[in-house]
């Protein structure tokens, strides 16, 4: 069964709506979250309204929806399974710059909850949509897969590093996939995306750790490890993007 034209929006509303609801039912309280302008290496800015209180932090963002904009108005083509791959991270990739900017501008527990658990609902998409290339369109597998991805948000309840657990372990599944997919169908241009996409995870993880330590330098003063940390998150989305739609093309043909 092809997925229907507007089942994107549908589906990534759902999939928000569902989250949204069980963070605010409560019951993820004990998650253990770092909550607090404490937690970021740049300082807030006297004067300006919380909702860009650290300036760079906050408006990175942008960089989110952008690229989710770019993709989803560019996602032409027939309609089909690869253009509903496309346009469903787009979508999440639009969605997730104002629940990050929430997080940051509430400073609330559950903002920083909602953050966490899209984190890896998206590392999880990537995952599929490499499935997909590899062995076509299998939209059980596919719900599976999230659903499991949705589930593994519980090791956040059992452990105060559970989300630090789930979240590796969706990068080296991503990897992985990536990894299968560009041995049996990329070339040297899709490698080099590869690459890229790799350091920039690498990025994404390390200059977030280490966001004080950096702060001591004066180059990451103001534009801190963790705004760099998001830059290179907006890239490795966009190497996902160019690797996976290179792919589906060369698929096609």
Same mark, same amino acid.
């Given at each position: 069964?092809?997925?229907?034209?507007?089942?994107?929006?549908?589906?990534?509303?759902?999939?928000?709506?569902?989250?949204?609801?069980?963070?605010?039912?409560?019951?993820?309280?004990?998650?253990?979250?770092?909550?607090?302008?404490?937690?970021?290496?740049?300082?807030?800015?006297?004067?300006?309204?919380?909702?860009?209180?650290?300036?760079?932090? #906050?408006?990175?963002?942008?960089?989110?929806?952008?690229?989710?904009?770019?993709?989803?108005?560019?996602?032409?083509?027939?309609?089909?399974?690869?253009?509903?791959?496309?346009?469903?991270?787009?979508?999440?990739?639009?969605?997730?710059?104002?629940?990050?900017?929430?997080?940051?501008?509430?400073?609330?527990?559950?903002?920083?909850?909602?953050?966490?658990?899209?984190?890896?609902?998206?590392?999880?998409?990537?995952?599929?949509?490499?499935?997909?290339?590899?062995?076509?369109?299998?939209?059980?597998?596919?719900?599976?897969?999230?659903?499991?991805?949705?589930?593994?948000?519980?090791?956040?309840?059992?452990?105060?590093?559970?989300?630090?657990?789930?979240?590796?372990?969706?990068?080296?599944?991503?990897?992985?996939?990536?990894?299968?997919?560009?041995?049996?169908?990329?070339?040297?241009?899709?490698?080099?995306?590869?690459?890229?996409?790799?350091?920039? #995870?690498?990025?994404?993880? #390390?200059?977030?750790?280490?966001?004080?330590?950096?702060?001591?330098?004066?180059?990451?003063?103001?534009?801190?490890?963790?705004?760099?940390?998001?830059?290179?998150?907006?890239?490795?989305?966009?190497?996902?993007?160019?690797? #996976?739609?290179?792919?589906?093309?060369?698929?096609?043909?």
């Amino acid at each position: 069964m092809k997925p229907e034209v507007g089942a994107p929006v549908w589906h990534v509303a759902a999939g928000l709506a569902v989250c949204s609801g069980a963070v605010a039912s409560g019951a993820f309280d004990s998650v253990h979250t770092e909550v607090g302008y404490k937690y970021y290496a740049e300082p807030t800015v006297l004067g300006l309204p919380a909702v860009v209180a650290m300036p760079a932090n #906050c408006l990175v963002n942008v960089a989110y929806m952008l690229l989710g904009w770019h993709w989803l108005s560019s996602s032409g083509g027939p309609r089909g399974p690869a253009r509903y791959l496309r346009e469903v991270f787009a979508l999440m990739a639009l969605a997730y710059g104002p629940v990050q900017w929430v997080r940051l501008w509430t400073q609330s527990h559950r903002a920083a909850v909602l953050d966490q658990w899209a984190t890896l609902l998206i590392f999880a998409w990537a995952a599929v949509w490499c499935h997909f290339l590899e062995h076509g369109w299998q939209p059980n597998t596919f719900f599976a897969m999230e659903t499991v991805s949705l589930a593994s948000y519980g090791l956040a309840v059992l452990h105060p590093q559970g989300f630090e657990l789930a979240l590796g372990a969706h990068i080296v599944i991503v990897v992985w996939k990536v990894l299968q997919v560009q041995h049996h169908l990329g070339d040297a241009t899709s490698m080099g995306i590869v690459v890229l996409g790799m350091i920039s #995870c690498l990025g994404f993880v #390390c200059l977030k750790l280490w966001d004080h330590e950096l702060a001591h330098w004066t180059p990451f003063s103001r534009l801190t490890g963790h705004f760099w940390s998001k830059i290179c998150d907006v890239l490795q989305f966009h190497c996902a993007f160019l690797f #996976c739609s290179r792919l589906s093309k060369q698929c096609a043909q």
